[in-house]
């Protein structure tokens, strides 16, 4: 069973765009126990010393549908998962080696923000499709 409080999202900078805001707020409402922690850099130290899985979003990273995205959710047991997202600059090589797994949305460049949304969503998404929600399915 997944559960939205084993993940943590840790983005660069603020949203800014109302409209993304309040996408993301509608998944915040479902998921309220989601963390999303806004900063202004990355300290890897810090993330690596909590012991937690951590996924950085990137456009070369590993593709999944959402399904895959699910069963590898699923896969890292009850651990924590720290999911990083990196401003207009994108996460840097050093904090890219360091993490668990590279993960992208897709091979087409977004915006952070959209990015936050759409990871956002996924998570939801996956919550949906490991507690067989009709979610997925509409």
Not at 67 to 81: A, H, P
Not at 101 to 129: D, G, K, N, V
């Amino acid at each position: 069973m997944l559960q939205s409080s084993r993940f943590t999202i840790y983005a660069i900078g603020k949203v800014k765009k109302l409209w993304i805001r309040d996408g993301i707020n509608q998944y915040k409402k479902r998921m309220p126990e989601l963390i999303i922690n806004e900063l202004k850099t990355f300290n890897i130290n810090n993330l690596r010393s909590n012991k937690n899985i951590i996924i950085c979003l990137s456009e070369e990273g590993k593709l999944f549908n959402s399904v895959e995205l699910c069963s590898l959710l699923l896969n890292f047991k009850n651990k924590k998962i720290d999911f990083l997202i990196g401003d207009t600059d994108g996460i840097s090589s050093d904090i890219k080696e360091k993490s668990d797994l590279i993960l992208s949305l897709s091979p087409l460049t977004f915006p952070h923000e959209l990015a936050r949304l759409f990871l956002i969503e996924q998570i939801y998404r996956a919550i949906s499709i490991a507690n067989n929600s009709p979610y997925h399915r509409s």
